[in-house]
């Protein structure tokens, strides 16, 4: 499955901004991730959603302001973000893999990737 992140930009801190990651294919099978980069740092990770349930997980760094969603009949996840601070930014990139159920904050649990879209949020 190929993914396409979009949705990146600059955006005020305080605001909200929602990236979208669309599928080549069909994801009902797929458990859904989303990491992030700075420059010079480590992936990230950020949330995911399980492909059996649609349950979610997220990094304590953005719990309560990110959330992760899935459009099985769009081929599409999304991650929603508010109240988003200067530190949120950074390339965000959405990745996938077939049937997962465990260790979906790994960056090497997952097979796909997309090819990322910028965030940047000013102060």
């Known amino acids: 499955v190929q993914l396409q992140a979009s949705g990146g930009g600059l955006v005020q801190a305080g605001g909200s901004l929602r990236v979208s990651c669309a599928a080549s294919?069909?994801?009902?099978?797929?458990?859904m991730g989303w990491f992030r980069q700075v420059s010079g740092k480590e992936t990230e990770f950020v949330a995911a959603?399980?492909?059996?349930?649609?349950?979610?997980s997220y990094a304590d760094s953005v719990k309560g302001r990110f959330t992760i969603s899935r459009d099985n009949a769009k081929n599409t996840v999304y991650l929603q973000m508010n109240s988003l601070k200067p530190e949120d930014t950074a390339v965000y990139y959405c990745?996938?893999?077939?049937?997962?159920?465990?260790?979906?904050?790994?960056?090497?649990?997952?097979?796909?990737w997309g090819q990322g879209t910028l965030v940047t949020v000013s102060s």
């Open positions: 990745a996938a893999v077939l049937r997962a159920n465990y260790g979906l904050s790994r960056r090497d649990t997952y097979d796909y």
């Open positions: 294919g069909r994801i009902g099978y797929y458990s």
């Open positions: 959603i399980w492909w059996s349930d649609s349950r979610t």
